[in-house]
């Protein structure tokens, strides 16, 4: 295997088109049979459609959900990481939305290798380098992603991990200068979706760590977690308030049922047909990559000279995935700060497979790796017929119900973990007016009588009207209860309350004529939390240009010094 030369235009066009024609390969199936429907297609695409509609409405960065809950919204916007929701908000935008999802993919699996292509350019040949990061785009677990599960956030993020690692690689070498990069892409994995971000935090904690272990030195942690902590830093806007705020919320809902980790190891027992189904397959897919990943480290442990920092990381992470999927990691499960949360082991395919990706393509240095990896390749492509052609669920109708339900009013369904807390989804009324009477003295809500009403302003944050009625009434709008709604009656502030069936918004009025206003208050959490981010990006910039300034001035002195050592 000869050393890897430095990135040319040349590799980079060609790698850019072995992806760009894979990533169209994937999403050809779309053009014919609709969009591949797995189990969080609906959610992300009410999310993309909803931010959509605030857009419109003036409002550039949503927090409340307005049409979840069948239009009594929730704060799912304040808990689910941004880059997704926003990305597919600005596809839907500019494309028709049918054509959304498929775009999202695409560009996603193009961005997955040339993440990988990056990492591995570094230390292999082109040609390699290239089938790394065509490896890693169509690998296994994505095209189960595209195909099953339609978690375009957990794709996205997925797409990053690579540059997680490249970048961790370049801390433990060459000192402070890649910190702000690390803390960069650090922080886009925590935006981009959470579960992932806590296996990416534990990943990349194991690699700073191995790579103290092969320098025998602390410094690799130290600027690693320095990096770290900046990329916590620069996503505080979104991690400080959906920390904060969980208590206003049943987040406890994410783990209940079929949700816990204790049931979702590979090759699971359960009393649900379809959930050890599909279990069953992505155990499948999670013992097949284990397989090759083992097969092709054995190749590529014959040339690790020419990396061996990095063939360190990645053999340590490998092993520390494949451990975590399997029962006898439940003390891990329960004891580590918050990798509950990450709900289903096996989402460790995520830093697996780069793994997985860079073995396949480090083997290639030899005619029987080649061979292996030629095998690996049809293997893959077999694979994904099959999801394509039998077992992937095709469905051409799930966008326009989305589109008809928030156009007429109707809305969509919410989620249990993002209910204000009190709030029962399954008790509110679908297809109610948007200003509802409570009649007195009953727990009845009917339309507005003897209420006159006049709508100044009604966006998805803000709520103004005016009423005059001749007698003492309760308001519920169709709305959910949550700590951030104010309510201001004739410009004083007044604390709503909640109907105690389902936790609709309510406030009792005096007869006569006011003017009510509701808000979605900037909370503390949420301030506080950008300001963080703001101070650290530009603490970080500034860290950048001295760094840069720095290296600037030495290769100046440095090559003052050549030309004098050629003047004598």
Known sequence: MTASAPP????????????????????????????????????????????????REGILFPRWAEWANWGFGEPRFVFYPPASWIAGAALGSLLPWRMAPGAFIWLALVLAGASMWRLARGTLPAGQATAAAVFFAVNPYHLAIVYYRSDFAELLASAVFPLVVWT????????????????????????????????????LALILLVGACVHRGIWPLVRGGAAMAAGFGLAAFYILPAAWEQQWVQIAQVLSENLHFD??????????????????????????????????????????????ELWWMLLALGGVSVLLMFPPSGFFWRHLPELRFVQFPWRWLVP????????????????????????????????SAI???RDAWWDSEDIPVLLNG???????????????????????????????????????????????????????????????SADLFTLAPRLLNYPAWKVLVDGKFVRPDSLPQDGQLMEKVSAGPHKIEIHFDRTWDRTIGGAISAVTAVLLGGFAAVLRRRVSHESERGSRSDRRVRCY
């Not at 992806?19 to 969080?40: K, Q, W």
């Open 168 to 203: 961790a690689l370049r801390v433990i070498r060459e000192g402070w200068r890649p910190v702000p990069g690390l803390a960069t892409v650090f922080a886009a994995i925590w935006l981009s979706n959470a579960p992932a971000a806590i296996v990416s935090t534990y990943s």
């Open 263 to 308: 049931q979702n190891f590979l090759f699971t027992h359960a009393n649900d047909p379809e959930f050890v189904l599909f279990n069953w397959k992505v155990s499948a897919v999670a013992i097949g990559v284990m397989l090759v990943t083992g097969i092709t480290a054995v190749f590529a442990a014959r040339v690790r000279r020419d990396f061996p």
């Open 8 to 55: 040319t235009a040349r590799s980079a066009w060609t790698a850019c088109l072995a992806l760009a024609i894979v990533a169209t390969a994937v999403v050809t199936p779309m053009f014919f049979l609709g969009n591949a429907s797995g189990h969080d297609f609906q959610f992300h695409l009410a999310s993309w459609l909803d931010a959509a509609g605030q857009w």
């Open 406 to 468: 928030i156009r007429s009013g109707q809305g969509y369904e919410g989620t249990d973990e993002y209910q204000p807390v009190g709030a029962d989804r399954y008790r509110l009324p679908q297809g109610a007016p948007q200003i509802e009477k409570l009649d007195p003295g009953t727990a009845e809500v009917v339309a507005p009588r003897g209420v006159r009403i006049s709508l100044q302003r009604w966006s998805a944050e803000h709520r103004v009207f005016s009423e005059d």
């Open 352 to 383: 697996l497979d780069a793994v997985f990706a860079f073995f396949v393509a480090a083997s290639m240095g030899r005619p029987r790796g080649r061979w292996f990896a030629w095998i690996t390749l049809s293997i893959m492509i077999s694979a």
């Open 387 to 389: 999801l394509i052609v």
